[in-house]
């Protein structure tokens, strides 16, 4: 729910291992390294790279709105900035052509926001 209100807000929020000091998004409450208690909440840039995308070309009903999703759209694994681990979702770029591993992309949110993971519209690849 910290994550959500996050998102409500603008905000990236993610946990932080005291051992190990992996930094995961969205916040959990054991690290997946060393098992520790993640007690530390951090905010973390509404940016990172794009470590991997795939076009998806079929039917989707997106269960965040209920809606059927406009097809072809793009997906993709995004490391936020100061982070250790992936966040999987869509992408505003429809051509896969103009996508590359390692492009910066930052989060969009939605103007009106009520904390749900829907707040994140989508993330923008940047302009090399």
Known sequence: ?????????????????????????????????CFGRMEEIVEVPPHGKLLAFTLVAFPFLDPFT??????????GMVQFEGTDNTFQYFLSEKDPSKLHVGQTVD??????????????????????
């Open 107 to 128: 989060a969009i949110f939605r103007e009106n926001r009520n904390g749900s993971l829907a707040d994140l519209l989508h993330f923008k690849p940047r302009e090399d």
């Open 66 to 75: 209920g809606i059927q999703r406009p097809i072809p759209y793009c997906y």
């Open 1 to 33: 729910s910290l994550f959500l209100r996050g998102l409500g807000e603008g905000k990236i929020f993610a946990s932080r291992c005291t051992p190990c000091n992996r930094t995961l998004v969205p916040p959990r409450i054991a690290c997946t390294k």
